[in-house]
Structure formats: C-alpha cells, structure tokens
C-alpha cells in the first residue's frame, strides 16, 4: 500500500517495550511523540486492529512521557486478544488523544481515585498530575485476584496512598473496592473512578451517601471515537454543562434526558449527572 | 524526457452531483463531517452523507447500540437527531466550509414526512444533494417499510422528487426478496441515483446474561461481513436501471470498491471502513487511481460494470 499522509491525529507509532504481569494483562510501550506530548489525563485513543477485521478500539492512555507511551491490555475479546501478541518494533496505528478527560482543577486537593481492573489505565495520568500540582490522592483498587492487581506500585512511587480489594480475597479486601473506600473511612473532597459500569454506578451511589461529587470515566463500546456516529450513548441530565444541544423532544416522548456521546462528550462524567 | 501519464480521471457522477473522487462516506458513520476533520483531510474526499435527519427531534434507541462482530458492526441507533426545525437553525449552516460535497439525508415515517423534509433541507445552499433513506431498520416497523414495499418507496421518491430539483439518491434496502423490482419503481418515481445497500438486519445474543446485546435487540449489520450481499445487490440493480449506483457496504480496500464498480456503481460509500481504519477512504482513493494507471484506463467511468455483462447504465 503507498505511503499515506496522515493528518494531525493519526499516528503511526512502533513498540517500544512490552510486559506481561499476569496472564492476559500486558503493557505495550509505543514510541508515540506527539500523543505523548499531547495527552491529557484521562483521554483515550483509537487503535487500529492490526488485521484490520474488526473495528478500532478504544484503549486509555496509560502512561506518557518523553517520546513513549503505554498502553494497558486487558485480553476480554477478539481485539485485545490481537493487540496483545504486539511485540517490540511492530507499528501500531494510533488516532489519538481523543475525549474530554478529567477536569482535575474541579477534583481538588485530596482525591480519591477508584480503579476496577484495567480501569486502571486512565487513572495513572490524572494521579501524577494531580500529585504533581500538589494534592493528596489515594489509589483504591479493585480486580478478580491478586496477581491482576497490577502496577500499584506505580502509584506508590508517584506518591499517592493505595488500598488494595479482590474479588477472591487473595489480597486486600475481600470485595468491592466501593466497600474498601467506604470501610477504611479516609475522608476525600472528590472521587475519580474508571472500571466497569457496574463498579461506576456503585461509585455513584457512594459517592451520594458520601455527600461527595464523583467523576467517571465510562468504558462502553465504541465505533468511530470522534463523536460521528452515536452509538456510544449515555443518558446525561440535560441541565448538565457536558450535554449536547438538543431540542425539546417529539410530544409522546417520555425520557427526559439527552444522550450524550461517551467518546465526545466525555468519556468522563459527573457521576450525578448520569441518568443511568 | 519521459512525460508522466496524466493521472486517471477518478471522478464520478450522480444525476447533477459531480464528485472528485468517486468515494461518499456513508450516513450515519461520519456525522457532518466535522468529527472526522481532525483525523482525515475532507478534500481528499468525494463527500459525505450526513446524518439522517427528521421532522421531529428523536432522541434514538437506548444504549448499548453498538456490538462489535466478526468482520463487522451491529448497530441500532434509532435515527436520534434534532429534528429539521433545529437542524436547519443551528448544524446546516456549518457544513458550508466542507471542501466536499455535502449531501442531506432524509427519513420519514409518511409520505408527507419525506416530502416535507427533503423541502426544507434541499432549499438550503450549503446542501448538493438529497439522499433518501427510506430502509433504516432501526425504528420499528415504520421505518423500513418504504424500502420493502414498492407502492410506498415509490410514493416517498414521487414525493421527494417534487420537493427538490436538486439531485436525489435513494437508498435501497437489502431486507427485501427482489431489489431490482425495488429499484425500477424508485427509478420510473423519478430518482437520479441509488445507494444500495443500507445495513443487514441482525442480531446478537450474549449467553452469559441470556438476553440481546442491543437494547434495541435487533440492528443493522455492516461492515465486511456484508460485502458479498451487497455486491450481488449492486450487480442485479445494474441490470435493471439506467441511473447511477452508490455501492456500499463494508468497503475497506480499493479492491474492495472496485467490485463494486465492476458490478455496476458508478460511486461508493464507505461507513463501518472508517470505523476499523480513518485512513481507509484515501486508500480506497489512491487504489484505485493506481489500478487505473497500471492498466492504462483514463477514467474510472470507463470500467463502470464491465464485470456485469447486463450492466444497463450508462458509462
Ligand atoms: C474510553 C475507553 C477506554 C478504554 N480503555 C481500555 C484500556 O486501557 N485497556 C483495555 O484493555 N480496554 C479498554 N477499554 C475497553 C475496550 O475498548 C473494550 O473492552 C473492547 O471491547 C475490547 O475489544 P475486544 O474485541 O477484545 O472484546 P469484545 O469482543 O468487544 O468484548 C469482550 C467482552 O466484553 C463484553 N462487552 C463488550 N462490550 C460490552 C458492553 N457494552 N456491555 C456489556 N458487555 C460488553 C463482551 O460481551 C465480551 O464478553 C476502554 C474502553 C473505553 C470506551
Ligand atoms: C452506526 C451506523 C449508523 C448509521 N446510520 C445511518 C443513517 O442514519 N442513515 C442511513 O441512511 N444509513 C445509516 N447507516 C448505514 C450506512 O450509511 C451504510 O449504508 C451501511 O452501514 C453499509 O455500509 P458500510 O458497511 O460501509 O458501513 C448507518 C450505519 C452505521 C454503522
Ligand atoms: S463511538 Fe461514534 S459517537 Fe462515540
């Protein structure tokens, strides 16, 4: 295939490095410099499949600096399992950063950030710059088993306290990490969580018997990532300041919320705000 | 001094709409094209179909919409938009800076619903074209219905062709026992163009929670999955009329297009391709101008069905 031009955002980018810390968990380093410059904690990006049979997905930026950036690989499905088996000096085409990440100024000075398995992934930017600009964050953790309880580590080094749950109990909590954060009864400003939708909702309904605001990132199926096609909806209040225009809806219509789009509008959202 | 051979004329035409390069992309995968603006150059694109859009605002079907499947995508979105009134106050006049064609796409629920529509969006200038999508199967009964009966489609296109001078594609469903009768009446109705084909119906099931993936539990299938149906059904409308054809239907290679093209469409339209791969229209683009060139073809007319021995369009 000829050479083709690439406009801002489309990148063609070369493994680095690669690592597998427990079976079907692996992080692949990818030299990447303009996403690396460009990304903001909580933004994700669109990988190409490298047999291009499937549809691009969508990955969090894990980490980033210098030239490189990483991304975490949780193996569910047919993609992942794909861009798993990548290995140093394999090109990966990348579209990217996309999507509103934290708004870490409304998070404050003294986070707590809610990860379930690789939820993780979008987490680690947002801590390091909220660490950085000197709040106090603590990293609760949540995954099937201890050895998928990866890379915490990283968040003790970069500063932040963690507290570690398992669905299993073979390390941590034995449970959910919702009720890790309720049991340990440290008191937080704001709450920033990524996982699963269950896990979510249930950040949501803490955070309200908390009396504390909690932001979200959703991790929902997408198709294009840029806002084109709608397909990756969430019911969002229509007073929030993320909902997209929409006009008064068709008389007989008995929703009264507006769908926002998860990869445009957010994929972080005010949990309160979520109509779901 | 050797001169370069003049690069071969991938331009294409649809009734009145001339396109540059023969590729749309496809209603309903590319918003209005500004969503894409960032990851692809819309000049190197023939245009885009933008999202279908109705009398009244519809906030669409309930999450999730989408499943992702072998060589392919699931999808029941439900035609949310805006409504015309606000789509015309407040998105149309946006498109007018797109360095490609701009088509409108109309839906409907009556006969009125198209001709009303397609009215007022085809008086906008900053709007070339109409397309008609009379085959969504994603709103119940209602919505599909126009493509799979030949009174009505017939009826939506007779009343959509008298709302607009401006050229009219209408996109032909595949849920249907013969598309060439289909096609014939939309043409004898007065349409200038076909698209065909909108998605497959579908469905998936997901055995851990024993239920339908979608909320919507049926959907539309595109993507490769459907490419060999929709070759059949671009080749047997080929046969049947005269105007122009707009392929589509998991185009992801040149190669891929110029089946199309072979069977009978003088266009194509790319949707779930730019899902797997924002580069797949320019590829398309300069795959085919390299096909042409090695076989010394001036124009991409020229080969319009030469695979399809009762190809009846023009060339
Ligand atoms: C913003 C964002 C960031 C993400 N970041 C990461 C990341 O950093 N690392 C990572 O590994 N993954 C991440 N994901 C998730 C990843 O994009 C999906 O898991 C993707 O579907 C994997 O593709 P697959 O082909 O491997 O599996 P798929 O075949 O798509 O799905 C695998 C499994 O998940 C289930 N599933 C998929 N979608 C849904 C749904 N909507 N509802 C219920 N079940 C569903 C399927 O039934 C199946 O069991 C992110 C998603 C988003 C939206
Ligand atoms: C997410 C999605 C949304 C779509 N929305 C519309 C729509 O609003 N109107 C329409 O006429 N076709 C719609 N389509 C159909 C496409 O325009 C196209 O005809 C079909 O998907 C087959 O082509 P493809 O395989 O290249 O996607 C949609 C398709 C997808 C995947
Ligand atoms: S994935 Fe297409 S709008 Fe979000």
Known sequence: MPVLETPPLVHETVVSDRREPF????????????????????????AVTPSGERVATALGIYEAAGDRISLMLVVVGPRTRELALLERGDRLVLAGPLGNGFQLQALGKNVALIAGGVGLASLL?????????????????????????????????????????TDDGSRGHHGYVTELLAREGRTHETIAACGPSPMLRAVGTLARTLGVRAQVSLEETFACGVGACWGCVVPLERSSAQAPAFPPVAPGETRDYVHARICKEGPVFWSDELRW | MVTKAAEPDISARLGGLRLSVPTLMGSGCYGSGEEYAS??????????????????????????????????????????????????????????????????SVAGFSVDDYAFVTERLAARDEID?????????????????????????????????????????????????????IARVVEAAGADALAVINTVRGMAIDVDRVKPKLANVSGGLSGAAIRPIAVLAVWEVARAVRIPIVGQGGIETARDALEFVLAGATAVSIGTGNFTDPRVPLAVASGIRTYLAERGIATLAEIVGSANPGFRGAR
């Open chain 2, 129 to 181: 074209a109409i397309e008609l999508n009379i085959s969504c199967p994603n709103v119940g009964a209602e919505g599909e219905t126009f493509a799979c009966d030949p009174d009505l489609a017939e009826r939506a296109t007779r009343a959509a062709r008298a709302a607009t001078a401006k050229p009219l594609i209408v996109k032909l469903s595949p849920n249907v026992t013969d598309i060439a009768a």
């Open chain 1, 125 to 165: 930017l947002p801590a390091q710059r909220l660490l950085a600009d000197g709040a106090r964050v603590h990293l609760y953790y949540g995954a099937r088993t201890a050895g998928a309880l990866v890379d915490a580590e990283l968040f003790e080094a970069a500063g932040a306290g963690v507290s570690l749950a």
């Open chain 1, 23 to 46: 079976s079907d968990i692996v992080i692949i380093g990818l030299y990447a410099p303009k996403i690396a410059r460009e990304a903001r904690p909580g933004q994700f990006v669109m």
């Open chain 2, 39 to 104: 990851l692809v150059d819309l000049a190197q694109l023939g245009g885009v179909v933008l999202k279908s859009v109705t009398r009244l605002p519809r906030l669409g079907n309930d999450a999730p919409r989408l499943v992702p499947v072998a060589s392919g995508l699931l999808n029941a979105i439900g035609l949310q938009n805006p409504g015309i009134e606000s789509y015309l106050a407040s998105d149309v006049a946006k498109f007018a800076d797109r360095p490609c064609a701009v088509v409108g």
